[in-house]
């Protein structure tokens, strides 16, 4: 039990902390909370993914 409240802690610092500030998307428990970061979270290994994409096509094109 100790350990899910340290962790569920340690999410909701990272998600008050982590917010762009739109306000858009606001939590409104704990659970949003998680949530919200674990979609953060997947949205930045897609943009990642997407810009690694981009490098191997262009590496590609030059290397032609």
């Known amino acids: 039990y100790l350990v899910l409240k340290v962790f569920v802690g ?3 610092g990272y998600y ?3 917010d762009v500030g ?7 428990n704990p659970k949003e909370a998680i949530i919200l970061v ?3 979270i997947v ?4 943009l990642a ?3 690694n994409r981009i490098g191997n096509m262009l590496q590609y094109m030059q290397e032609k």
């Open 10 to 12: 340690l999410l909701l």
């Open 16 to 18: 008050y902390h982590s």
């Open 22 to 28: 739109f306000g858009d998307i606001v939590a409104a």
């Open 38 to 40: 674990v979609v953060e």
């Open 43 to 46: 949205g930045c290994m897609a």
């Open 49 to 51: 993914y997407n810009i």
